[in-house]
């Protein structure tokens, strides 16, 4: 029980990553980045000739309604005196003309995503952005303030609020909306009220249904590796610079502070309800199966302002998030944003997002959301298309490319999503992992078949002066598949983590996706340096511990327990819950850990009674289940030694591991 506090590492990425930083730059320094080869620049020449450079309306947009910006040189603090947010070390990308270690459209877009400050979007609509991730919407009602989305920390979405009290009256807020279940749209909500605001009934705070079960249980089961497969996603450790990380697509980066999470008190149940919330009046919309599975979009009418959330952005989004998730479906994405379109195109004067910069012109949003529209249209339907010809993922990947009308256009670049990716994805949702090739159902595992195949390929000597000329020639992306094999052959081969390094460095350089370029570089950086040592960081977030339900802390456990140390073992214990009045049965056999909610075994080798609060306090660290014991706050009738038993068979998870080499055998 004592690392239970890791189901929620997913959610919390930010805080797990915050203090790492300053380590992992000042770690680089041993072993610094690489110039681009002149293969690199030659890929990013060539592209450059092919981007729509003269079109600067994302320019004009994301400055337009400035009224103050956040200065570069401010630091949010955070907890434990570590920085939350700062936007220092992006000075980099003041210069117009893209280096030859980024890929010249996403240099433009991480040129343009530096728009940071207090925004007006017309009469009575603001918006927060660069603060984070995410944005934060005020819209100003008869009396008081709504606000959409308080971003990802406390201490940033506090901070924005007091940059638009500084310009517009303090008037107190009067409702929050969580557009979606993903933490960058509720962690900050402590920040900009408290929960007895809340239950005074003074504030509401609105989501669409199952918002809850979606906010905590996405990153429950799967959360650890999530988290860090998400350090490769954002890249928070690398060093911020030319040949480093530059953005982060929907935003620059993440912040660094405390999550936070009040329950909704209102929820939005129909596909469509319209209310008046402080005199303003909203249509919400649902939009669940896209980008989350628990979302919604909004129409103002009175201001003619459609807000799309986190479904239409300045780039293409995600259908797989590189960290993990479930495949998102992008024919019914599309369908929502169709049906946006023609809903509310023709009377929106503006659209905005919960990310990026707004669209003004009733004719410019409505060929933004068609062309958005068509993106997820056309990746799914030529995806679908050569998938039934008998084409593989990685076969359209490499083939797939998109129509010149939408290539043409900013905001259908990969600059989020990644195109290769989305297309496996798409394949991945249809068909699953296997390919149909028999060969694959029983493939050797990573080391296994590295192993083999440097065998074939007359050993590591042969393979590396192979694999040299070909990096010489520019063939980064077999090198980068040539040379993982060798580090998963020997991980202490040297000159192969080396050349590897150096082939993922350049397609990083190349990548139009932030994402991919954050993944390959930190690749290449742990190719060099090994595993990023974190230090120990204050990863508790109490309101999304305490929002999960029981039956969710009972899965975990099932996920945590070692298979082979339970073989043979039989247990079953009695929980009981004296607080919440709840009973659970929790079963062990078969090397399965299964639980009965609401019921009590007469056979039960053991009954625990304790509260939820105590459960909690374990799983927030502030007390260990030997404690609780020790001081009465779990009482143990029967065969105590059971207990002690099935504790013992539970893994801890390490909050880093191998990605890019071998990893340890359980």
């Not at 819209?139 to 308080?150: C, F, H, M, S, W």
Request: hydrophobic share 40%.
């Amino acid at each position: 029980m004592k690392h239970s506090h890791r189901l929620m590492s997913g959610i919390l990425l930010a805080a797990c990553a915050a203090g790492a930083q300053a380590q992992a730059q000042a770690q680089a320094q041993a072993h610094a980045p690489k110039d681009a080869t002149e293969a690199t620049r030659a890929a990013n020449r060539a592209l450059l000739a092919t981007l729509p450079m003269a079109d600067k309306q994302s320019f004009d947009d994301a400055r337009r309604g400035l009224v103050e910006s956040l200065s570069s040189d401010q630091v949010i603090m955070g907890a434990q005196g570590r920085p939350a947010w700062s936007l220092k070390g992006y000075e980099f990308l003041s210069k117009e003309q893209a280096p030859d270690t980024v890929n010249p459209g996403l240099w433009r877009h991480a040129r343009v995503n530096m728009g940071a400050g207090l925004y007006q979007v017309t009469d009575g609509i603001y918006q927060l952005r660069g603060f984070d991730l995410s944005n934060m919407t005020v819209i100003e009602g008869k009396t008081g303030l709504i606000l959409v989305d308080p971003l990802i920390t406390t201490e940033t979405a506090k901070a924005a609020l007091e940059l638009y009290y500084k310009h517009r009256p303090r008037k107190p807020v009067r409702a929050v909306i969580y557009s979606h279940s993903h933490v960058d749209h509720f962690g900050g909500v402590r920040g900009v009220l408290s929960e007895e605001e809340v239950a005074s009934g003074k504030v509401k705070i609105i989501a669409p249904v199952g918002f809850m079960e979606e906010a905590v249980g996405e990153n429950v089961i799967a959360g650890n590796a999530m988290s860090r497969r998400g350090i490769y996603q954002f890249g928070p450790l690398l060093p911020r610079g030319e040949k480093g990380q530059v953005d982060a697509g929907l935003g620059k980066s993440v912040s660094f502070g405390t999550v936070s999470l009040i329950p909704p008190t209102m929820l939005i149940e129909k596909t469509v309800e319209a209310h008046s919330i402080d005199g303003v009046d909203i249509i919400f919309e649902l939009t669940p199966g896209a980008e989350a599975p628990s979302e919604m979009i909004m129409y103002y009418p009175q201001s003619k302002v459609l807000n799309m959330t986190e479904i239409a952005s300045q780039t293409m989004h995600n259908l797989l998030p590189m960290r993990g998730a479930l495949a998102r479906d992008p024919l019914i994405w599309s369908k929502h944003l169709g049906g946006a379109l023609q809903r509310y195109g023709a009377k929106s004067d503006v659209m905005i997002a919960q990310h990026n910069w707004p669209v003004w012109g009733t004719e410019r949003v409505q060929d933004f959301l068609k062309k958005q529209r068509d993106t997820y249209k056309y990746v799914h339907d030529q995806t679908v298309r050569l998938m039934n010809h008998g084409h593989v993922g990685s076969e359209i990947a490499d083939v797939l490319k998109m129509p010149a009308s939408l290539n043409q256009d900013w905001s259908t670049h990969a600059f989020y999503g990644d195109l290769k990716h989305n297309v496996k994805a798409v394949y991945q949702r249809y068909l699953g992992y296997y390919d149909g090739n028999p060969a694959n159902l029983y493939a050797l595992p990573p080391v296994t078949a590295a192993q083999k195949t440097i065998e074939y390929m007359g050993g590591a000597p042969a393979v590396l002066q192979r694999a040299k000329a070909d990096f010489a020639k520019g063939e980064f992306r077999w090198v980068a598949q040539m040379t993982s094999q060798l580090v998963f052959a020997d991980s202490a081969n040297q000159e192969a983590r080396g050349l590897a390094a150096d082939a993922y460095e350049q397609l990083g350089y190349q990548a139009e996706s932030s994402t991919a370029r954050n993944a390959l570089l930190q690749g290449a950086w742990e190719l060099r340096n090994g595993l990023p040592k974190m230090p120990a960081v204050n990863t508790q977030a109490p309101d999304v511990i305490r929002a999960l339900t029981l039956d969710m802390y009972f899965d975990y456990l099932g996920v945590r327990l070692n298979g082979e140390k339970a073989a043979g073992k039989t247990t079953v214990l009695n929980w009981q819950f004296t607080d919440t009045k709840q009973n659970y049965v929790l079963n062990l056999e078969n090397s399965a850990l299964t639980f009965v909610a609401g019921a009590q075994s007469a056979n039960a080798d053991a009954t625990l009674t304790l509260t939820r609060a105590t459960l909690d306090e374990i799983s927030l660290q502030k007390t260990t289940f030997p404690a609780a014991l020790q001081a009465g706050q779990i009482v143990v009738t029967g065969k105590r030694e059971k207990v002690g038993e099935l504790l013992g068979m539970l893994d801890t998870f390490p909050s880093t591991f191998p990605l890019i080499e071998p990893r340890p055998t359980h």
